[in-house]
């Protein structure tokens, strides 16, 4: 059995939706205003972001992205330092990995473990 289904409350829905879109491929499918997205991705994701005025997730929840190499994290960091996100070079822990704050009001991490 495989999760393939999360739903997000954020802050700001297309902040959140756009950034997903632009960073990790997401598509979207649907949508209601600027209150609620559907995502999807071609590994079977479905992503929903819902609005609300106030979003409190656990200092260390997060979402995350594993990419298929240390030099796919890189360019994703890279990418997202150039646009102005505040994120610090990838290092080595539980894989070669970076946070970041993301739109909306969640964290998400960016991975590989292709050096393991």
């Known amino acids: 059995m495989k999760l393939n289904h999360l739903n997000l409350t954020v802050?700001?829905?297309?902040?959140?939706?756009?950034?997903?879109?632009?960073y990790f491929d997401l598509k979207t499918k649907n949508t209601r205003g600027d209150s609620f997205a559907l995502l999807i991705d071609d590994e079977g994701l479905v992503l929903?972001?819902?609005?609300?005025?106030?979003?409190s997730y656990p200092k260390t929840?997060?979402?995350?992205?594993?990419q298929q190499s240390e030099?796919?994290?890189?360019?994703?960091?890279?990418?997202?330092?150039?646009?102005?996100f505040?994120?610090?070079?990838?290092?080595?822990a539980h894989g070669w990995t970076f946070y970041v704050k993301a739109p909306g009001g969640f964290t998400v991490e960016?991975?590989?473990?292709e050096n393991l």
């Open 48 to 55: 929903t972001l819902m609005k609300d005025k106030q979003v």
């Open 110 to 113: 960016v991975l590989s473990f």
């Open 86 to 92: 505040d994120v610090i070079p990838p290092q080595r």
């Open 71 to 84: 030099d796919k994290v890189n360019k994703i960091n890279q990418r997202l330092l150039d646009d102005g």
């Open 11 to 22: 802050t700001d829905v297309n902040a959140a939706r756009e950034f997903l879109e632009k």
């Open 61 to 66: 929840f997060h979402i995350g992205f594993i």
